[in-house]
């Protein structure tokens, strides 16, 4: 169920387009006074390993970038609120300015769609009359659309429009409704006329409803697929995003100004930085290359560091992530950022000396970049979470091997760089095997003893946007239910085994489950606090601490689902999932987003083997 491609030349955005549309918007921004709110959804029952502590110290990259984008553009009233800080938002109750917001966009991951929909469904609440628009956005727009609208009329969550995008696409929409909206009218009712006339269908990355009753469309009419910036300097600057959020609390309502930018790094510890977009690798499981239309997109390194500078100097913040593919697809462009950000001094002195940054790569990549990596160093990396999967290639082959993900290891501590392994646990892989490296445990201990300081284990999941996602459910591998209890969307992140063929699957849950406990435990804490020195000491005491933190609540979470596939009957899915709202495309056609079974059936045949 990979996204379809867009036709060569047509993949991309004119260069210098998304810089246009914010200056045109600009222009026409105080005559609308628009009044916007972004809510990034949060299910506080995914907090645990390998995402605990980062998950609520790190406000998310796109509601920020929303938001961004929207007083880039003029739109100066606009407010983020992030559910993990504010957990009790109700937006029925919200208020900016005195006023009830023009604008209500939902941003989600598929993981958080339950609390996606009941944000929806408060707002939806309002009276008519005074509702704003309802937007939906995030991955689970962008790859399983339907999910976020109601085919239900007795419980209607349906936003106006999903947004299947990037900044773009919200631009492109609000310049569309901004040319026909007339003074003072609700930006919903110029939305209706504006969908009712079909002046939406020529704008790529929309999913709207027609038809049925209020929440509950008869049909959704899809747009198509979204073109992409190519050059991400021209994304607005994620500065603006920081002083939009709302402070953390535990009220309905929202409070009169935003976070104070002196308080942002109490609640902020980690700034999440786009760098780089796209992967040169082509893994069956995984969508990243087919919704980057096989492009690799870059940041100059000038705005990088000047994007670490200003965040800096305005919130002073020390920590950041880059959302990266893979940092190191590109030697050239890798190397590039690194220098720039050494070079890099302003009024506070030189950048690198007080920033501290870390990101993803492969072990092939970061071998081809070891001359290069205490130059990086100096730059102020000092993580990189490698994807090692499982080191014998039975999942999938990109250059982990043994030997060599020891080798790059070594690399990255000789550098001071800490390696941060990330490992795919599933059903062909055993627990333990005497003398041989295929057992998980075998694994995780050579990890251990390459000097990995962290660790993410999670079990093999279909990833909805990837190739072979749909044959996954049609071979019978995805549990609908086991021992009675559904599988809900906050369990499709790996942690959890909800897709296997096993004859016992629970020995895959308690697998990692114990590949977690061998890696972080008090003995291994006392173990690195006393025997280990150099320039990783301190950050690998902190990751055992934060690890047994994170495994006592992973454990919690996890332990009743073991149970239950222990002793419970379990329920697979016979196909996987789809639209129960008939879709299609803007020409009557079949709907870009709702994909057909894909044609390569072998490839298919070959990951479900190893299940």
């Known amino acids: 169920m990979e996204l379809p491609f867009r036709a060569n030349g ?33 299910d ?84 008519p009359a005074q509702r704003p628009l309802i937007i939906a956005g995030g991955s689970v727009c962008v790859y399983e659309p339907w999910e976020i609208f109601s085919s239900d009329p007795s419980n209607p969550f349906s936003p106006d429009v999903a947004v299947t995008g990037e900044e773009y696409v919200l631009l492109n929409l609000l310049e569309v409704l901004l040319a026909v909206r007339a003074g003072g009218e609700p930006l919903r009712m110029t939305f209706i006329r504006a969908r009712d006339s079909g002046m939406l269908d020529g704008i790529p990355g929309l999913i709207y409803g027609r038809g049925g009753r209020d929440g509950a469309p008869e049909e959704l009419i899809d747009t198509g697929i979204q073109r992409l910036v190519g050059n991400l300097d021209e994304l607005p600057h994620p500065v603006l995003g ?21 308080e942002v790094r109490r609640y902020s510890r980690i700034a999440s930085l786009v760098m780089t977009f796209g992967c040169k690798f082509g893994c069956g499981y ?34 950041y992530f880059g959302t990266d593919d893979n940092f190191f ?28 940054w870390g990101t993803e790569a492969t072990v092939h990549d970061t071998l081809q970049m070891r001359e290069h990596l205490p130059l990086a160093r100096s730059a102020g990396a000092r993580a990189l979470w490698i994807g090692v999967e499982d ?27 800490a390696p941060m392994p990330m490992m795919m646990h599933h059903d062909s892989q055993p627990m333990y095997t005497r003398g041989r490296l295929e057992g998980l445990l075998n694994q995780v201990r050579l990890l251990r003893k390459a000097g990995a300081v962290g660790l993410q284990v999670l079990m093999l999941t279909p990833s909805a946007g990837s190739r072979l996602y749909e044959q996954t459910f049609r071979s019978g591998l995805v549990f609908e239910s086991v021992a009675g209890r559904r599988v809900q969307p906050h369990m499709y992140d790996g942690n959890f085994v909800i897709a296997s063929g096993a004859a016992k699957p629970w020995r895959k849950q308690m697998g990692i489950l114990v590949a977690y406990l061998y890696f972080y435990n008090p003995l291994r804490l006392l173990a690195t606090a006393v025997n280990q020195r150099g320039r990783l000491h301190i ?51 079949t709907a870009p987003h709702d994909l057909p079974l894909l044609a390569d059936q072998s490839e298919a045949g070959k990951l479900c083997e190893t299940l």
Not at 22 to 32: D, K, P, T, V, Y
Not at 52 to 67: E, L, N, Q, S
């Open 242 to 262: 920081y002083g939009l959020l709302e402070r953390p609390s535990s009220r309905t309502t929202l409070a009169s100004q935003a976070l104070p930018a002196g």
């Open 329 to 356: 697809n590109d030697k050239a462009r890798a190397l590039e950022i690194i220098e720039a950000i050494v070079a890099a001094q302003d009024s506070a002195g030189r950048l690198c000396r007080r920033v501290r």
């Open 286 to 319: 995984c969508p990243i290359p087919a919704y980057n239309q096989r492009n690799l997109r870059f940041k100059s390194g000038a705005r990088i560091a000047d994007e670490m500078a200003r965040l800096s100097l305005e919130y002073g913040i020390r920590y």
């Open 391 to 417: 080191m014998t290639g039975a999942l999938v082959k990109k250059g982990q091997a043994a030997d060599r993900t020891v080798e790059a290891f070594a690399l990255l501590r000789q550098a001071g760089i």
């Open 44 to 127: 506080h029952r995914t907090r645990m390993l390998p995402f605990f502590f980062a998950d609520t110290r790190m406000a998310p990259a796109g509601a920020r970038a929303i938001g961004s984008a929207l007083i880039d553009a003029g739109f100066a009233t606009t407010r983020i609120v992030l559910q993990m800080w504010n957990r009790n938002f109700r937006p029925l109750q919200m208020r900016l300015d005195g006023r009830v917001p023009d604008l209500f966009c939902v941003s989600t991951m598929s993981l958080h769609m339950a609390k996606a929909k009941a944000m929806i469904q408060d707002a939806r609440r309002i009276d």
């Open 10 to 42: 047509d993949q991309l955005l004119r260069p210098g387009e998304l810089t246009d549309i914010r200056r045109r918007l600009r222009n026409i921004s105080s005559r609308h006074d628009l009044a916007t709110v972004v809510a990034c959804a949060f």
């Open 539 to 589: 950050k690998a005491v902190g990751a055992q601490i934060i690890g047994m933190c994170g495994l006592l609540l992973t454990f919690r979470r996890t332990f009743g689902w073991m149970l239950r596939l222990m002793t419970g009957k379990i329920k697979r899915k016979p196909s996987p999932p789809h639209s129960p709202i008939p879709m299609r495309s803007t020409d009557g056609g």
